[in-house]
DNA sequence: TAATGATATAAGTTTATCTAATCGTAAGTC
DNA sequence: GACTTACGATTAGATAAACTTATATCATTA
């Protein structure tokens, strides 16, 4: 005897009625008639085959075994209870939390205004920065581990599954902590003085190696850093000449205390996109923090 | 917007997804088809008005939100799991209490051979024996403590809501520890000799002072005790003359340890009875119980 | 004794749930 | 690359479950 199992349902009717004795009260505060509970009840007492209530003219009381049964479906109900009231917290943005994919840099530069704006706008919802190279965030970008990543836009990759929209346009340029020249240079002079540039895996370094390689010149790093606060120092201690972002080496060139190197030469930009898995639906919260991250005017 | 709540029905069957991550294999778990998963599903996510799982291809996986709610989901499963495999073993009698109440002369001497081969058959099942003075059982029995009771039945009691019939009935003799006389003797006659008795709160002390009483003869114990071992051991003693159901003295009568003193006048007996509740419903296990009850020839 | 407060029951209706059939799509296979 | 398989979505109609209304029943209380 397979039995076709109990509905869930009618536990939720027994907790109500066990809970007040009173199978009107339980009735109204599910908003349905008595006489749907006094069913409901008779259902499942028959379908365990063991009286859970006995009935003593105007009042019910529970059996030995309905107290057994409502020990047990006490818990349940009360997990029951905080799933949905979880659920509610997530909808109404007072829990939840954001995954998002960026690298330090793409976090550093243009997620943090967003990232702090949000707090302030949902100081419940965590958002869980996954600090990652671009080719990684997108890796779990499409497996399902993050709502959304900031990347850098590559026209070779592979962005199958995925959909984003251009972010902004990230513009490199060469500095050096004293002006080297009037007018423009060439690329082929910039080469004459010590280059301070990013480790090979980077995408600031393709970027620097594809701009030399077009361009035919030969061309070797004197320093490799892990990351631009470093870079930076080393051209205000005059070291060389860096490669950056140029909005990473704003602030100083504005404070006089690095120059942009120009150059003859096109420099190539790359685009920062915002992805997110076509598949995987986005949450209330990451769809609050896109549009701030919109609208934070990078 | 106060929302009809969402069907318990509907968690059952996300957590068979959830915990399947496959529609169809949790479908045929639930001897449905696939398409009343998705259709429950769908259900569920539109009343909670946000997406547990994203479908890729044909793979799916919960989202971080279904998750979440999968993560109070499975606990409140569980229980209702245990809730339910509770009530099969008290159906199976394999756990399960049986609550009785008996006074401590009617337990040793009526109920002990049926508890033994109740625990012999039933070994999981618990009988919860609440030793009490008979009205203090039938209190018992109507709020509901108790599945069974089994009482001397008094005829001036009120035993409204109660049922019950009667089990034997218990003869009460005169014993001393030598012969007294070879013919019965008078009442009157026995009223010389020192008398041991019951103390004064007990059934068997009440209708010895209803015997006396209904015959017209003046008494007074000479020693009062609160159980039959003493009694017994008092009379075997020479103490004087004891007043005991039979089925207390029989074994040493038959011993030759002691004698029964007949009496002319009749001694009145009483009733012993199984009680139930008529409006709670008795348990399996109770039934069991009074099935072996009445068949252990009392 | 009548009124009240509670549950049970019967009949009919509504609603929710399920099935069957079909489609769409991604992932394997030859 | 075409074929096949595995899986979920969708639709419409069928079925069963759940609910409501109305009434009966019963014990308590006024």
Known sequence: MQNPTI????????????????????????????????????????????????????????THEGEILFAHIEKAFHFIRSAEISMQNIKSLDEGTVFIGASDTITRYFLMDAIKAFHLAYPRVKLSINNRPSPRSVEKLKNGELDLAVINLLPDSDYEGLEGVSLTTLEHIFISSSPVSAVPVTLKTLSQHPLVCLERKSTTRRILEQFFATNEVIWEPAFEFGSFDVILEAVKASMGIGFVPRKIAAALIEAGELSEVTIKEPIPSIEIGIMVNKSKPLSLAAKKYLEILKNTGV
Chains 1, 2 share one sequence.
């Open 7 to 62: 509905s869930f349902e009618l536990y939720k009717i027994f907790y109500h009625a066990a809970a007040t004795l009173n199978f009107s009260k339980a009735a109204e505060s599910m908003h349905v008639t008595q006489s749907a509970v006094s069913q409901a009840i008779k259902s499942l007492e028959t379908q365990l085959g063991i009286p859970l209530f006995f009935r003593q003219g105007r009042s019910v009381s529970l």
